[in-house]
């Protein structure tokens, strides 16, 4: 067995280092490569100079001043400026020309060689060097195809018996050697030829003699020797183990100090020999030390103390090196060391809490510093790495302590995340007052201590506390950011104004849909004021950020002011809606009994809002706001026609069958009217200029809006009818025949209301309409006839034909006498009006301006 554990130690050990003695090699290797493409060039340069030579051989005497001549651009260039022959060669046309011609045939080779070869020389020649520095490269690359990994292999390695020797067989040899020792002690073991001591005295012996080894190596041969060293200290811990756990040679406590040297041995080599390798290897060797001198007792204070000791050689590791590997390492044998032990004590109800706390506070305290320690020291930035491990090491505290405290001590759990939030923030201040680390590690260490303290209200409250908190906070952290110019509170502001909506959510589903047994008091109770404080914070997010322009940048992130500001006024809107609608509801269910009174108090209050926001947003013109009031102006006027027209009525009956006598739909519906008023009124005076006038414009829009204002007054005729008109059902008679019994639900009883509606319903449907509709009608004309307007004066005479086939299809049948004969009588009378009128301004109809003919088709 003790084999066994050599050899898979020894083996882990040279896949360690098996790439760090590749290093010589591979640098030899790149500079061979290096010379190699040096030659190559020169090789082309030689082979492009020959060609130009034979291309710029002269036409005749005069061109061979030019540089063409010989090999030699230096040595040619010679002739003499002032010469008259080469004064001729400039002016005269057919030598320019042949020039030209020379020049435009040239490759791009020859230019790039002529450049470099008479850049130095100043003669009348530079004129044609400008003309060839405008020539465009034409030679690219040849795309390389993707090797192998056996031709890679060779283009590292070129030399098969310099890699065997220097690098293969040097890893061989040092494994033989182990195996052979190990197979001698092992058959000296088995003859019995060495006691235990004697053993445990060999393994030791073997190991010094494996790291002088190294020792002498160091010199010239580090990362060879580094092999050795790993070797040396894997057999120092098997063999301290194997005589602790098999031949009982020493005690716990012996064997756990032995090891503890041997660990501090081994940090204080890595850190010599400069290899991280052997670092980790110490790492793993110190956390396996427990295991390796355990007899089960389980004495987590000397574990722990043991493991804190560990970290802090860690922690000087940091100091002198930047070896991120081995800090995340650290972290997580401590991490998974902790948790298990957490695990098992917790689910077994024996967690010391007092302890598990101390100890978790002191490996986060190492390890928050261990992270920065390096940085301090070297004044370098902060990795990827070693955010994340900042991250990772805080919450992992925070998860643990938070368990450890929910346990022991509930009511601290706010003070313990208040806490962790002054740490981070103090660690913030020294870092950067005494040390001057990097802004953006204090940034993110000022970002940790608001999580925390953004924690500590819900951590310790409950209900609408905790939104209370988030919505000053906000506001606060928005106001520190522009003052301090400091991204990490802006984006703080955001984050906290999402918890703060989130948290509003969830007190108005607890309060208001969920009707707890508490009664709130109307308008002043904790729940609405929570809603106006998270309506404040918003309204002031968007003023402080009205004068606000400057993009933010935060990490991968970007804050636009612009859009942080529209998006606060909307959500502005939308809860200042849902906090007076939630509250008007809640309050006129708790205090109104007919369902439909109740629910028009809700009604009034959405058109009420619609018609504020319709007014503030028509304030600002733009063709998005007048389309968006329009827009909201028309879906109210279709909720009013589809579904709130009946609550007055509906109302009424309810009345009736719960022997009540509420009126509140009643008279809130004229406050509805008013509102359908200028609802209408919007429409028709914003019909222009915006992205829904092509719709508003149509004729088919002007036969919408008569049939909007013939139906509400439809209505309207309808609910004065039934209110005025006395008792539709009578009520001693009601209550005789339909007696209440314990408040019970009588289908009978309603179904003889109903009955009873119905039918006063369709007499005034007989009786009243036709009338309303005459009138409309008439007022349609009139309207038409001063605006010109056609199609309104078609509908008018439309709405008039469809009075009249109604008195005559269906309102002549069951009627009483004396309403058929008000029927007739004041229809026949408005129709003998229209006439009259259609006579009287008979020529204003026919002769209508050509200037007119737009109202035609139009509104």
Request: with cysteine; aromatic share 14%.
């Amino acid at each position: 067995m003790e084999v066994v554990l050599l050899l898979a130690i020894l083996i882990f050990t040279l896949i360690i280092y098996n790439r760090t003695n590749q290093k010589p090699a591979d640098q030899q290797q790149n500079f061979k490569q290096l010379n190699d493409k040096i030659d190559d060039l020169k090789e082309q340069i030689s082979t492009l100079r020959f060609i130009l030579n034979d291309l710029s051989k002269p036409t005749s005497k005069e061109e061979k001043l030019p540089i063409f001549e010989d090999e030699e651009p230096i040595t040619v260039v010679e002739p003499e400026i002032e010469e008259p022959v080469f004064e001729e060669t400039i002016i005269k046309e057919p030598i320019i020309e042949e020039q030209d011609i020379v020049e435009e045939t040239i490759p791009q080779e020859e230019a790039q060689i002529s450049q470099v070869a008479f850049s130095s020389n100043q003669n009348p020649l530079e004129v044609k060097e400008e003309i060839l520095e405008h020539a465009i490269p034409v030679i690219s690359e040849p795309s390389v195809p993707k090797k192998s990994w056996i031709e890679n292999f060779k283009e590292k390695n070129p030399d098969i018996e310099k890699f065997i020797g220097e690098n293969l067989i040097n890893k061989i040899g040092i494994l033989i050697l182990v195996l052979g020792i190990s197979f001698f002690v092992k058959y000296a073991i088995d003859k019995d030829w060495i006691n235990e001591p004697a053993r445990v005295g060999i393994g030791i012996l073997s190991g010094a003699i494996v790291m002088v080894i190294a020792h002498r190596l160091k010199k010239n041969y580090a990362a060879f020797s580094s092999v050795f060293v790993a070797g040396a200290i894997s057999i120092f811990y098997l063999t301290i183990g194997i005589a602790f756990h098999d031949y009982k040679l020493f005690s716990q406590t012996v064997a756990f100090i032995i090891m503890v040297v041997i660990t501090i041995f081994s940090v204080l080599v890595s850190v010599s020999y400069d290899r991280k390798e052997l670092a980790i290897l110490s790492l793993i060797g110190g956390f396996a030390v427990p295991f390796m001198v355990s007899t089960g007792e389980g004495n987590y204070k000397v574990l722990f103390t043991y493991i804190a000791i560990l970290n802090i050689g860690m922690l000087i590791i940091a100091y002198f090196k930047k070896w991120n590997l081995v800090t995340l390492l650290a972290f997580i044998f401590t991490c998974v060391l902790f948790s298990g032990w957490f695990g098992v004590e917790y689910s077994d109800d024996k967690l010391p809490y007092r302890g598990a706390l101390f100890f978790a506070t002191i490996f986060y305290i190492i390890f928050s510093i261990a992270t920065v320690i390096n940085n301090i020291r070297n004044k370098g930035g902060f990795t990827k790495m070693e955010y994340f491990l900042m991250l990772a090491n805080t919450f992992f505290y925070f998860g643990m302590g938070a368990s450890i405290i929910q346990s022991w001590k509930p009511e601290f759990k706010g003070l313990f995340t208040i806490a962790l939030a002054l740490y981070n923030l103090v660690f913030a201040m020294v870092l950067y007052r005494k040390f001057g680390i990097n802004k953006n590690a204090i940034y993110f260490l000022l970002g940790l201590a608001l999580t925390f303290v953004t924690l500590t209200i819900p951590f310790q409250f409950n209900g609408n506390y905790i939104t209370l908190f988030w919505a000053g906070e906000a506001v606060l952290l928005l106001w520190l950011s522009q003052k301090s110019k400091i991204a990490t509170f802006k984006f703080g502001a955001i984050v906290v104004q999402i918890l703060m909506l989130f948290s509003l959510f969830i007190d108005w589903n607890q309060y208001y849909h969920e009707f707890t047994d508490i009664t709130l008091k109307p308008f002043f109770n904790k729940i609405f004021i929570t809603g106006l404080v998270a309506l404040a914070s918003l309204v002031a997010t968007y003023y402080l950020l009205k004068k606000e322009k400057e993009i933010t940048h935060y990490y991968f992130l970007e804050i636009n002011p612009k859009i942080y500001r529209n998006a606060a006024i909307i959500l502005s809107v939308i809860i200042g809606y849902f906090v007076g609608m939630f509250e008007i509801f809640y309050q006129s269910n708790e205090y109104i009994t007919n369902y439909y009174s109740a629910t028009s108090l809700p009604v009034l209050y959405h058109f009420i809002f619609s018609a504020g926001l319709i007014f503030f947003v028509l304030k600002r013109k733009n063709n998005l706001n007048t389309s968006f009031a329009i827009s909201l102006a028309g879906i109210n006027i279709l909720l009013y026609l589809i579904i709130y027209f009946q609550l007055t009525t509906n109302e009424m009956v309810e009345n009736i069958t719960q022997y009540t006598s509420n009126k509140t739909a009643y008279f809130t519906h004229y406050l509805l009217l008013i509102c359908l008023g200028y609802f209408l009124y919007i429409i028709v005076t914003n019909r222009t200029n915006n992205k829904l006038s092509k719709f508003l414009n149509h004729k088919f829009a002007l036969w919408l809006l008569a049939f909007c204002v013939v139906y509400i007054l439809s209505n309207e005729v309808m609910i004065h009818s039934l209110i005025f008109s006395g008792d539709i059902v009578n009520q001693a008679e009601l209550a005789k025949t339909y007696p209440m019994k314990d408040g019970l639900y009588n289908a009978d009883k309603v179904s003889f209301i109903d009955n009873k509606i119905s039918l006063a319903k369709i007499q005034i449907i007989k009786i009243g309409y036709p009338i309303l509709w005459g009138v409309l009608s008439f007022v349609f004309l009139i309207v038409g006839i001063r605006t010109q307007n056609k199609p309104l004066r078609i509908i008018s005479l439309s709405l008039l034909g469809l009075t009249i086939a109604k008195l005559f299809l269906f309102d002549i049948t069951n009627v009483s006498e004396t309403g058929k004969i008000i029927a007739f009588i004041l229809l026949g009378v408005l129709i003998l009006i229209i006439s009259f009128v259609y006579q009287k301004i008979k020529k204003l109809v026919i002769d209508e301006q050509p200037q007119n003919i737009d109202n035609e088709d139009h509104i």
